[in-house]
T-cell receptor, first 117, second 115 residues
Framework: AQSVTQLDSHVSVSEGTPVLLRCNYS??????LFWYVQHPNKGLQLLLK??????LVKGINGFEAEFKKSETSFHLTKPSAHMSDAAEYFC???????????????FGQGTILTVHP | EAGVAQSPRYKIIEKRQSVAFWCNPI?????LYWYQQILGQGPKLLIQ????????DSQLPKDRFSAERLKGVDSTLKIQPAKLEDSAVYLC?????????????FGPGTRLTVL
């Protein structure tokens, strides 16, 4: 079974300061991990994905995440927040048993990021 | 490349009424998903199709929800009769099958309000 825990329901930062959104996962098999972003009244957009290649993954809009198997974590970071980053962020896990994806995504509860001027 | 299309974008109904949502996936995507996103929660998978066959419907409330994907392209999700707790955003997503990273592409969703 797979699960995801996003450790903060809300994160508030000032524009230009670093962003850290925390995520821990649980998976019986080798997981794929994703971060999706959801802006108000818009669809979910993929930010980045980890699929057992490099543990440090770079995504769009300056975001990156590091897969740490020993800590079962996949935290999302950005060096400098922009006002347009304000949105809800979802950490997502997908199990890959036997090297093929079952396709089932399990979403975390979401973290709302607020960026102050 | 056109994205995943959904309609309607918004729907308001009375409890015990019926409602249907439509989804058109990205061209060539064999796999189609329906998710329910209740306010303040992450999306939850309701049903997954591979072409026109059901792969996973374990979390679909089958006494009131039904879905079909005729001809392996468009899909319809129906609720009959609706309950207050069905108020949510219903998301459709699609992906290629067999890709290990399984990137799913999401539509804008249909926001359902049940009064």
């Amino acid at each position: 079974a797979q699960s995801v825990t996003q450790l903060d329901s809300h994160v508030s930062v000032s524009e230009g300061t670093p962003v850290l959104l925390r995520c821990n996962y649980s998976s019986s098999y080798s997981p794929s991990l994703f971060w999706y972003v959801q802006h108000p009244n818009k669809g979910l957009q993929l930010l980045l994905k980890y699929t057992s290649a490099a543990t440090l993954v770079k995504g769009i809009n300056g975001f990156e995440a590091e897969f740490k198997k020993s800590e079962t974590s996949f935290h999302l970071t950005k060096p400098s927040a922009h006002m347009s980053d304000a949105a809800e962020y979802f950490c997502v896990v997908s199990e890959n048993a036997g090297g093929t994806s079952y396709g089932k995504l399990t979403f975390g509860q979401g973290t709302i990021l607020t960026v102050h001027p | 490349e056109a994205g995943v299309a959904q309609s309607p974008r918004y729907k308001i109904i009375e409890k015990r009424q019926s409602v249907a949502f439509w989804c058109n996936p990205i061209s060539g995507h064999a796999t189609l998903y329906w998710y329910q996103q209740i306010l303040g929660q992450g999306p939850k998978l309701l049903i997954q199709f591979q072409n026109n066959g059901v792969v996973d419907d374990s979390q679909l409330p089958k006494d009131r929800f039904s879905a079909e994907r005729l001809k392996g392209v468009d899909s319809t999700l129906k609720i009959q009769p609706a309950k207050l707790e069905d108020s949510a955003v219903y998301l459709c997503a699609s992906s290629h099958w067999g890709e290990r990273d399984n990137e799913q592409f999401f539509g804008p969703g249909t926001r359902l309000t049940v009064l």
